[in-house]
Nanobody, 121 residues
Framework: QAQLVASGGGSVQAGGSLRLSCAAS????MGWFRQPLGKEREGVAS???????AYADSVKGRFTISQDIRENTLYLEMNNLNLEDTAMYYC???????????????????WGQGTQVTVTS
């Protein structure tokens, strides 16, 4: 299987936007996670094969997960970024396991290399 590769990170001022990309589409479950420096990794957004989505409370209304099957790409559109969004962001694929929430990383078996997002004041 090809390795997942996330891209699109960078440095942006607070209030700005970025769009992350990952070469993946059509999986049963796809997601974005982030890990701030010195903290645990957390689920940010997930997209299931039926089109349903899930978001962490901290990003609801600001982030949007989507896929372009023709381009084989998973996206994370991030708007109104704030300092707390600074982290390494990872894309992942897997399938929903009974008993685990959509943002639980135990649903995800294949992980990509991360892309750094830094939000400055």
């Amino acid at each position: 299987q090809a390795q997942l590769v996330a891209s699109g990170g960078g440095s942006v001022q607070a209030g700005g936007s970025l769009r992350l990309s990952c070469a993946a589409s059509g999986f049963s479950l796809m997601g974005w996670f982030r890990q701030p420096l010195g903290k645990e990794r957390e689920g940010v957004a997930s997209l299931a094969g039926d089109g349903s989505t899930a978001y962490a409370d901290s990003v609801k209304g600001r982030f949007t997960i989507s896929q372009d099957i023709r381009e084989n790409t998973l996206y994370l559109e991030m708007n109104n970024l704030n300092l707390e969004d600074t982290a390494m962001y990872y894309c992942a694929t897997g399938f929903t396991r009974m008993g685990y929430g959509r943002l639980d990383e135990r649903n995800f078996q294949r992980w990509g290399q991360g892309t750094q997002v830094t939000v400055t004041s």
